[in-house]
């Protein structure tokens, strides 16, 4: 066993300029867990998953993986997908081009079938050969997560995902994702502002205000005892 | 290798190993399978098997001709033509110590004189000058052989003046009288090769500076200024495709010929007292890198059967005076008796001049 | 962030690896130095080269005298309106050819194109054809004016200006100016407070571009200025090709530097003020025509009828035959002219081709490199200079390029005195900005965000760019493509100092013929001119429709 399974968050800074938009962040997501990072806007959170993915460089602070330091690893080489607010979806591929791009290189019968698994698992069977600007907005965020869980990831950081889509179908979706994410056990990092979509989905809940991690708890917890007044005006002005 | 700059030689490897060079040469090599190695330095490449010939734009042979000369030399010939005879003239001495090629063909006598003072030219005078070429010798410098001649000549519209019942006019003072009063269209000296040859016929009648009074009452008398000869001819004479509105232009003494009906009838004439000759030359260029081969080149350019074909395909008349002209050009073309001449040495020591006075006088 | 010690080297995807970024810049800045800068300082340098060593007295004399005053300030009055009314009959033609939506619009943008690469010596005579006294527009009075010449210059750069701010424009949020419109602001406010700032910065890069046209348009002013009006770039061609006076060219060639980097300063300060904050939609906001557009159909009618009516000049002319009206001259394409040509003109159309063809590979290759560096991340002073290097040649002269060219390429390890590759080198550097103007756009258009989703599904960057940059840029490629072969096609300055007698391209043709007495030259130029404005419409409506659907412009 290696001696801190899952992902390890220490100290980890992210700047802009003279900016500090993450200040010295430790948190970690065990195998299987999903953790959810909830903020307000200009948080940092945000920016706490950009650097987990590699999309940031970090300040001060390392990322490891089962104990071993991916700080320099180059994104494409972390295993970490992340799935974005507005999808990011490769407008010239088809949907099956989407879900399947990041199985490239494996042989063509096991690419169509994983990705018909994908498909069926978010709901979409058929949709693999449709162009993907003919998706609605909720259709586009479960192609967005069958691509982003095509290649096995052994981390899912979401950003936000469901925040551009509208109050019903958000509801529905939070459902699509836990469930999707417990039947692959996949771990994840959610990162929202949205209290019901955390406490709907994750294992622990990570509170981050002004860069800083205020406190990191399990939903009950966290609801029963704030560490602080900030985290408990947060909860209940926005719950 | 002295010479040769070290950052160029530093490129110049580059990019012969990044391949951009290797592009280039399949460029050149698959639309010009048949000019092997022309492009190979003439400076460079003392091989007497290519010949790099320098001409004006207007230079024009035709292809039997052009393979006769290569079947009888055994030389391959690349032909450069890289702008007018001013053009052509300021590039040689531009490129006297690295030539551009072996033999120039175009130099006019306007152009006569810079050419040999800046010793571009080495000495060359064929053995045997066909008859009648001698009249057309330039001043003494024994480096420039004539090879074919045109008059510059006012051209009217003869069809214009019935119409309008006035008698064409001969002389050049008759162009100030008030009857001709805004209809002749002359081109600009500054960027016109008729229009130098024009001033100088001003000039030859005139007189330095006598000249600049009689610009100075054509203006009077409403002369318009072109800035090219295509642009008077074609868009502002009447007497072509153009109608225009100007019924006296400058241009060629051949120039009446290009506008004969299918019945043979010719609706324009040029003026024989108008008239500037222009000589055009040939000359071995100083530092050729095969000077035999630009010589056997003038001598072929003498030759009957290319003097011959002058007038069709460079509206010029041969300098041989036993070479043939096409049928319509012997019973036509009036060559002007008396043409109006300068000499090239007056030429080069004052046309800029001229030509800021002129400017000056008549802009 | 890089320059701080305390940061590994850190590259985000899309950034790219320095090696990888210089190999690609240094190719095309090698072109460029080798067939450009070169020669140009070459020639520029003998100017300052006296009987008795280096001087400067005699270029200084050239500076301050009258003449260079008057040629400069000229320059100036005939750019600035040139650039102004092509600005303004082009902007309503921006939103009429790509902002609406209507039948037969695909075929107008083709043919709008057009005048841009036809050479200047055939719209010069087609020009003056119409104004002339007793031709179809005599009696304007407008023979040899400045009016002439502008008109001629808008007839030129009309297409600049319809393609860069209408590209901007089809892919511009409609919602934001609609959002205006529902705060209570009038169609008038919402143009002047948004619709024009957020087209602000197409319409600076337009002006830049149609100003350094308008600033070394020659032909066109040799033609139609008659002898009052000239420009720098005229009285560079008479003093160097006419007087070989060399400190002129060498004073003269500094002001346009001069000018051109002006220009270059502005337009690059007005552009980045206002690319902040830029809303594209992604998608065509393409709208029917309704009654409120009048206006702007009405201007574009007029600029239109300006650009079709020199066109049709050549058409008829073409047709106009000795005894009357006929296809003479078309059939007499098959033939060398009755002597006036070395070769027939289906010939020189196959050498324009050819040529075309080698001049728009190169031109597109070197400027795929040149726009892949320049959309890097980072834009740095460096990334300014080399912006600013690759548009250099649209204001510099081509005769002080010939006349470098023949000085500077003309001994080992460079000899290409009188090597027919010149001419495709030097066409490839007329298109090459070009090139450079049409697929910067496309690449700085591209969300970063999806270089990072690939890359977080773990594509390696070279991956990245064979999927997500590749498939974007290949739709601006295709116009790329189209516009460095029409370019080429039309090239005729700098070609006519390397032209070869017996390989000529078709606008040295058009050229020679009409240079020629008599109709059947004449006509036979015009037949030829009417070819190569065919051969340039066909490949523009060709690039069109490989073009991505949503317009792209320099």
Redesign the interface.
Known sequence: MVERPGLAVDGVSV?Y?PLLAVDGVTLAVGPGEIVAVLGPSGSGKSSLLRAI????????GRVTWDGEDV??V????R????M?QDG?L?P?YTVAGNVG??L?GRPRAERRRRVDELLALVGLEGFGPRPVTALSGGQAQRVALA??L??RPRLL?LDEPLSSLDRQLREHLVTVLSETLRATATPALYVTHDQSEAFALADRIAVLDQGKLLQVADPDTLRAHPANQTVAAFLGQSG | MRTAPRPLAFLQGLLLSTGLAVTLAACSGASDPAAGGSSDAPASAATAGTLTVITHDSFALSDAAKAKFEAETGLSVTYVAPGNAGTVVNELVLTKDSPLGDVVFGIDNTFAGRAVDAGVLAPYTPADLPAGAADFAADGSGELTPIDFGDVCLNADTVWFADHSLAVPVTLDDLLKPEYKDLLVVTNPATSSPGLAFLLATIGAKGDPGYLDYWAALKANGVKVAASWSDAYGVDFSGSSGKGAYPLVVSYASSPMYEMGDDGSAPTTALAETCFRQVEYAGVIAGAANPEGAQQFIDFLLTDAVQSEIPDTMYMLPVSSSASLPAAWARVLNVSPHPWTVSAADIAAHRDEWISEWTTTVL | MDDDGSVRRWRRPGDRAPAVQGVAALLPLAFLAVFFAYPVVTLVARGFRGDAGWTLAPVIDVLASPRTGRIVRQTLLLAVTGTAASLVLGVPGAYVLYRLRFRGQRALRALVAVPFVLPSVVVGVAFRSLLAVGGPLGRLGLNESFAAIVLALVFFNYSVVVRTVGALWAGLDRRTADAARSLGAGPVRVFRTITLRALAPAIASAAALVFLFCASAFGVVLVLGGTRWGTVETEIWYQTTQLLNLPAAAALSIVQLVLVTATLAVANATRARQERALRLTGRPSAQPVRRSDAPALIVTGLALALLVLPLATLVTRSFRTASGWGLDHYAALATAGAGTLTVTVWRAVANSLVTAVAAAGLALALGFLASFVLSGRRRGRLAGFFDAAFMLPLGISAVTVGFGFLISLNRPPLDLRTSWALIPLAQAMVALPLVVRTLLPTWRALDPRLREAAATLGARPARVFATVDLPFLRRGLGLAAGFAFATSLGEFGATSFLARPDKPTLPVVVYRLISRPGVDNFGLAMAAAVVLAVLTATVMAVAELLGPKEAVGW
Do not use: I, K, M
Request: proline content about 6%; cysteine-free; glycine content about 10%.
């Open positions: 700047a300029g993915a590699g999309l940031e460089p970090v300040v001060a700080t320099s180059p994104v494409h080489q295993g970490f997908t992340v974005f990011q490769f010239h791009y990041a490239a691509r982003s095509a290649a950081l």
